[in-house]
């Protein structure tokens, strides 16, 4: 079964710096991997995602993620915080149920706090 | 464009009640559609998935049950509420396999 681990349950960066969110995945196929971003109280809202081709992805934002086979990671990463960046970010991964459906595997989510 | 709607927003419930959530898509057909719970400091558990109407998928035991009467409705339910299933219960949708999923708003349930 596919799983993802997000490493770091809080992450503190100061305005202007760089933010780095890990998340590393297990999987016995080629993942589809995403990352999402929930605001307190709202419903989660989709950064980018990686399924094939380019490593590099870019999503909303500012903000991008690199997939790495050889290290198993999809970190996210914004070369300049923004205070409206703090949010819980979530990385996840596709995986085949029965039924032929697909649903998501969650990591258990990185809170990121901005501080002036 | 598509959108996803979910209410109530939030509900407060005593234990034993029963629940009706419900979730409905716009702007698009014969969507997969998920439930998802969200436990403090836990992520998000999936619950349930719909590939189509009357197909429900459970991934947990639980004391929930979802329902899918039309093409894009989504219900969940619970007879009798349990302290445990206090939580932040998220719908999403996708246009199948590995597309992205699409989240609502979601619904803060507490139960007393």
């Known amino acids: 079964a596919q799983s993802v681990t997000q490493l770091g349950s809080h992450v503190s960066v100061s305005e202007g710096a760089l933010v780095l969110l890990r998340c590393n995945y297990s999987?016995?196929?080629?993942?589809?991997l995403f990352w999402y971003v929930q605001y307190p109280n709202q419903g989660l809202q989709l950064l980018l995602k990686?399924?094939?081709?380019?490593?590099l992805v870019k999503g909303i934002n500012g903000f991008e993620a690199e997939f790495k086979k050889s290290e198993t990671s999809f970190h996210l990463t914004k070369p300049s915080a923004h205070m409206s960046d703090a949010a819980e970010y979530f990385c996840?991964?596709?995986?085949?149920?029965?039924?032929?459906?697909?649903?998501?595997?969650f990591g258990k989510g990185t809170s990121l706090l901005v501080t002036p | 464009s598509q959108t996803i709607h979910q209410w109530p927003a939030t509900l407060v419930q005593p234990v034993g009640s029963p629940l009706s959530l419900e979730c409905t898509v716009e702007?698009?057909?014969?969507?997969?559609l998920y439930w998802y719970r969200q436990a403090a400091g836990r992520g998000l558990q999936l619950l349930f998935y719909?590939?189509?109407?009357?197909?429900i998928s459970s991934e947990v035991p639980q004391n929930l049950s979802a329902s899918r009467p039309q093409d894009r409705q989504f219900i969940l339910s619970s007879k009798k509420l349990l302290l445990s299933d206090s939580g932040f219960y998220l719908c999403?949708?996708?246009?199948?396999?590995?597309?992205?999923?699409?989240f609502g708003d979601g619904t803060r349930l507490s139960i007393l």
């Open positions: 999403a949708w996708n246009g199948g396999g590995n597309q992205p999923q699409h």
């Open positions: 999987s016995s196929v080629p993942p589809y």
């Open positions: 990686y399924t094939t081709g380019a490593t």
């Open positions: 996840a991964v596709s995986s085949l149920r029965a039924n032929s459906g697909y649903a998501l595997n």
């Open positions: 702007g698009t057909s014969n969507p997969n």
């Open positions: 719909s590939v189509g109407i009357g197909q």
